[in-house]
């Protein structure tokens, strides 16, 4: 299959879009700060704790804390 899209494929991808960035705006903004840099950013755990002036450990605790908010707030979305 190429990339071709069915109107309804591309309708639930844009809710998709919408949801996220609600679940987005709800969050803390460190917790949006941590998954900006390690999924739009791709930064590894150790160069977000540096742009974060945090420890390795931190960063990674962080963003699976982040994560999982994220999973929280989008199932009640």
Known sequence: MGLISTPSKAAM??????RVQEALNRMEPLDREVLALRH???LSNAETALVLGIKQTAACNRY???LERLRMILGRL
């Open 13 to 18: 991808r844009a809710d998709l879009r919408v």
């Open 40 to 42: 739009f950013e791709q």
């Open 64 to 66: 699976v804390r982040a």
